[in-house]
């Protein structure tokens, strides 16, 4: 009976045993034919946009990534080096043709020889990050390159993971570079692997910012797009191209995939505005920073006080047609950036004292749309409100930037004196909620010259008139300094956008442009990557420092206390379970 009994449950066992077996074979095969993963964190940490995924199987050569995160460096690197790995790994799942290896640049022990491998990585467009690491026997230097090389065909492309700015900590760093890694990565695939850069145009010719005003945002465009300064001249062709077809049909091309008009402070022709409203009816996109008022602090420099006034650059009616009226007024706002002011002398030094000056509101996000999502606040300069006009066409309005709860408005003409400084605010004068002012427009807009123009007009071939537009969208910013970079004092030179050299603190101003381009140029995709948010959850380094035996007793002794006792319970019920 007894052996009978062990017969069939070794016979059950073998059952059991060849049944695991084959469900593991059959699921094994299925999985090399049906590709399935599954992210079970909370903010999908793992899971690529479906924007990646796209550009990942559209390419057909390989992407190689030279990672140079190899080596003995803090675990704060360590992790970085971590989520880079898993990443592209990541890529390698929906894509064949991505590759890449991981490098110790400081691997050999000849110092010359490391040296010249550091200077190659200078040549490349790298820069590495130095640390003062502390150890038993003192401190120590210690050079890490948080960098990689991408390479696709007869391109390359240097690439920095590691994210730093002004005020932040090394873990906050780490943190942004984690959540930014996706992007990066994915943003070198496609700019190496596309035909061609988009064409991006800075107008001028009506007083705009010249090329030194926004020499840092240029240059930051220009690694991504073809960035130039177009002068319309009342030209039909500046903006877009015509080409005769075989039919005698004429074909109407842009010229460019987004325009930017940066603070124009002379008026529009009728014949330039046309051209740039038949460029929106044909596609065309546009990126507008618009002062409604003129005011400047370079008039507060020789006197106490001036005076803002409207500023007529002819533009109104085409705001109002495609859906927007910007106001003639400046907002002050209690949550305002600083400004130096010299309030004496002492022992031949000059006295520097910082004021918060209400006509340089800070502005936040006023939607959840990407193109503001998790950026810093941005810094404006004399900005005014925009209000959404109802009209016939079908188009979104979105806003996108807004002062704060605590504001003010004060219209055109506006009586502006650093006076106000000397007292305390008046909390009653700043009771005003909230302005907006930009706002992201989409959709299909009418012509401002719809029902105005002749009919020979209206039937040329030639200049091909369109009434109403293709889905296409624009960016309105009442703002035209929030593109403007300031310049080194006494040196001269353009600071980067959005860094303020008095108070050494970099606002948003730079992510929300080089987002608004994107937005404009690449559509909603890759800024959705750029601005998802990772949690990284840190450890407490205190806790760890103070407690560490603790936790060392419990990683070490606690999983040995807890097999030995399961062992101890097992051999208990078999030995019960056989003894019956």
Known sequence: MMKNERKNLKKNQLISFGITLTIIIVVNIIASFVYTRFDLTSEKRYTLSDTSKEILRNLDDYVYFRVYLEGEFPAGFKKLRKETKEMLDEFRAYSKFVDYEFINPSESNDAAERNETYKLL???????????????????????????????????????????????????????????????????????????????????????????EVYDITRTLQKKYNVKRVTLDEQITALNSRTETKDSSIVINSNYDAIIIAKPTKPFSEKDKFIIDQ??????????????????MDSLQTSESTIGNALDINLDDMFFKYGLRLNKNLLLDLNSAKIALRTGQMGGQAQ?????????????????????????????????????????SDVQKIPLLKTSNYTNIAAAPAYITLGMLRQAPDQRMFSQKSQNVAYLLKGEFESLYSNRMTSEIVESKEIGFKTSSEPTSMIVVADGDLIRNQFHIPKGYPLPLGFD????????????????????????????????????????????????????????????????????????????????
């Not at 006023?366 to 006009?389: G, M, Q, R």
């Open 352 to 392: 520097i004292e910082y004021f918060n000056w209400y006509y340089f509101p800070l502005l936040n996000a006023a939607s959840d749309n990407s193109i503001v999502k998790n950026i810093n606040p941005l810094k404006a300069d004399f900005v005014s409100s925009i209000d959404p006009v109802i009209s016939d």
């Open 279 to 296: 460029y929106v009816m044909h596609g065309g996109k546009v990126l507008w920073l618009i002062d409604p008022v003129s005011a400047t």
């Open 122 to 212: 200078y040549q490349s467009g790298l820069n590495p990050t130095e640390l003062a690491i502390k150890t038993n026997a003192g401190a120590q230097q210690l050079v890490i390159w948080p960098c990689a090389l991408v390479s696709y065909q007869e391109k390359e492309k240097p690439l920095d993971l590691l994210d730093t700015g002004v005020g932040e900590s090394s873990s906050q760093a780490l943190n942004n570079s984690a959540q930014n890694l996706e992007y990066k990565l994915i943003s070198a695939i496609k700019e190496l692997s596309q035909e061609r850069k988009s064409n991006i145009a800075f107008i001028e010719g009506h007083g705009e910012l010249n090329e030194n």
């Open 501 to 580: 050299q008095y108070t050494q603190i970099t606002y948003g101003n730079k992510d929300f442009i080089e987002n608004a381009v994107s937005y404009l140029v690449d559509g909603e995709g890759l800024i959705e990557v750029r601005n998802r948010e990772l949690k990284i959850r840190l450890l407490d380094a205190n806790k760890i420092n103070n407690d560490a035996l603790i936790w060392q007793v419990v990683n070490v002794l606690l999983p040995s206390v807890v097999v030995i006792i399961f062992g101890i319970v097992l051999a208990i019920i078999r030995k019960r379970r056989f003894t019956k």
